[in-house]
């Protein structure tokens, strides 16, 4: 309770009802379609729809990078048609700070101290908004692969949301704030670390990579037992493929 105190975004920014999707036409990698899924009067999120191939299955997965979805879908090409091949469908979005929706110190500062919004705040709710789409156009139960500090806003999302089944973040460091152009998640976090995120997540599955041993991630470990699978190093493909399609 107390983590989703701290998590839930105010007023202004409260979840809405299931958005719109507008179909944005083909989108330019491959047989991906390109959608827009608004998510604020002024914010839409631009996202690649990958379609299970032959009979969908009951797991979408939502592939998130700092980058942007571009650069997941070089990154990632051959796990995400194995997933395909395998009946999952797979999502490639830019969640806010991502990609597209990368704007500069500018825009942060705009939702930042003009609205009063945590941008961390934002691209969690932006994850949870797109999970709600996903659930509504029958793609099936989400799981998130997260790169980079995205994989903080899944694990957070995942405490709040119950339809997150699997949650695979390939790097979170030694220090996940670390570096200059990452959104301010200390904020959310500032009574409320990830430790406190992986123990309250309601994700069936979590694997956690770069991630070095502290005390704190011991506790983790030993309460969520064989749930939690975390490593210092890079998780090793086959491990992510599994976990994301079973």
């Not at 996940?176 to 500032?190: C, D, F, V, Y």
Request: charged share 25%.
């Amino acid at each position: 309770d107390r983590l989703r105190a701290l998590l839930e975004v105010p007023a202004r920014g409260r979840i809405p009802a299931t958005p719109v999707v507008q179909f944005a036409g083909d989108g330019s990698s491959g047989d991906f379609e390109k959608w827009l899924v608004p998510v604020d009067a002024d914010v839409a999120i631009p996202m690649l729809v990958g379609r299970a191939r032959g009979s969908f299955g009951e797991r979408c997965v939502f592939v998130t990078h700092p980058a942007g979805l571009a650069v997941a879908a070089n990154d990632d090409h051959d796990v995400l048609e194995r997933l395909r091949d395998a009946g999952v469908t797979v999502l490639l979005a830019d969640i806010r700070y991502c990609g597209e929706l990368d704007r500069g110190e500018r825009w942060r500062e705009l939702h930042g101290r003009f609205y009063g919004l945590d941008e961390g705040q934002l691209a969690v709710r932006d994850l949870r908004v797109l999970c709600g789409v996903a659930i509504a156009q029958g793609f099936g139960r989400p799981a998130l692969l997260a790169h980079g500090w995205t994989g903080a806003a899944a694990l957070l999302a995942s405490a709040l949301d119950e339809r997150i089944e699997v949650v695979v973040a390939t790097g979170l460091g030694a220090t996940w704030s670390a570096g200059a152009r990452r959104p301010r998640l200390a904020r959310i976090l500032l009574h409320g670390d990830l430790t406190d995120a992986a123990l309250a997540s309601h994700a069936r599955r979590v694997l956690l990579g770069g991630s070095p041993a502290s005390d704190e991630w011991g506790v983790v470990e030993a309460r969520r037992g064989a749930s939690l699978v975390r490593s210092a190093e890079p998780m090793p493909v086959a491990d992510v493929e599994r976990a994301l399609r079973e």
